[in-house]
């Protein structure tokens, strides 16, 4: 049986709606990623996320997380953590947001699938990877800038 399928583009303030009440019940949520702010480590409408509800206590650095301010949900990394608040940095961006309250902590990501395949964020190359990559923020605009630029050059060879 072939069963079709409509995609629909769907705000993530709608999906969390839903979701809220699957992770308040202690059940994690799948959502697809859709935006270039987590890459290289999440790609757009290619990669999903495992997300599941965590205390702030048991937050660290650079986990992946997902905060609401206002009605507008971000998933990205967290950069700095203090008592009460928190700031947050895309894999693929430059300058931090933030702060938050630790009230605007709404879940953490578990695992990422990139495809059918299954990634641990607590596998110690992922967690290797991800300290690396924070310790790496004043390097990203010359590290993208050289990714970019071999990529273009790979392209045009074939």
Not at 89 to 103: A, I, R, S
Request: net charge positive; proline share 2%; hydrophobic share 35%.
């Amino acid at each position: 049986m072939n069963t079709k399928y409509d995609v629909k583009r769907v705000r993530a303030s709608q999906i969390f709606e839903i979701a809220e009440e699957s992770l308040n019940d202690g059940r994690s949520i799948k959502i697809t990623v859709v935006g270039n702010s987590m890459y290289p480590f999440l790609r757009s409408m290619v990669d999903s996320v495992e997300l599941y509800r965590e205390s702030y206590d048991n937050i660290k650095l650079s986990d992946i997380v997902v905060a609401k301010k206002g009605n507008k949900y971000i998933l990205h990394r967290v950069y700095k953590k203090n008592v009460g608040e928190f700031v947050m940095l895309g894999d693929g961006n430059f300058v931090t947001d933030g702060p938050y309250d630790k009230e605007d902590l709404v879940c953490k990501a578990s695992g990422i699938y990139r495809k059918d395949k299954y990634i641990s964020c607590s596998s110690w190359a992922f967690v290797v990877l991800s300290k690396l990559w924070r310790l790496l923020k004043p390097f990203r605009k010359l590290i993208f800038r050289f990714y970019f630029k071999m990529r273009y050059s790979r392209k045009r060879l074939h």
